[in-house]
């Protein structure tokens, strides 16, 4: 009776390592498998972050010319409501003609700020162009095929992998 109680602990021992070692090859699988996809997401990481990065630094550029350019705005709503002053003042002619010498000094002011934010615009035109086509360029030379084409590779590698754990699972 001992030798079969032996006889049946060791085959439950045999039974118990048979299924560690199972367990252990999966594990290393497991391992694998995360280890390779970890891989290919810092590879994909790497390779589009800096063209990102480029495309959006190149739009801070024309959010900083437009910024100049509404402060351009800005004199130029302030030489109109100088403009406007001059005009109520129409109602004393006889002033105003005292008064002819300043104002003409604000209009050739407003005429330069007319002048500045024509080229201000001119160049928000060209830059704001061609920032986002700059962009828009950086963001297409992204290469989708060739990242699509290693995930597709990745989950034709893997699948099998996930078969052949399942056969010990």
Excluded: W, Y
């Amino acid at each position: 009776m001992e030798n079969r109680t032996e006889a049946s602990s060791r085959e439950l021992l045999e039974t118990l390592v048979k299924g560690q070692r199972k367990a252990l090859r999966h594990s290393r699988i497991v391992t694998v498998l995360c280890l390779l996809l970890a891989a290919l997401l810092v590879v994909a990481v790497l390779t589009a972050v800096p063209q990102v990065t480029a495309a959006l630094e190149r739009l801070d550029g024309a959010f900083t010319e437009l910024e100049g350019a509404m402060g351009t705005l800005d004199r130029l709503d302030a030489a109109l409501s100088t403009v406007e002053g001059a005009v109520g003042n129409l109602n004393g002619l006889p002033d105003m003609f005292s008064s002819f010498d300043s104002t003409m000094g604000q209009l050739d002011g407003l005429i330069e700020n007319a002048e500045a934010l024509s080229e201000a615009a001119a160049r928000l035109g060209e830059m704001d162009i061609e920032s986002l086509n700059s962009g828009i360029r950086d963001i297409s030379q992204i290469d989708f095929e060739t990242l699509n084409q290693a995930i597709k590779d990745l989950a034709d590698v893997v699948q099998p992998l996930a078969q052949f754990a399942n056969l010990f699972g």
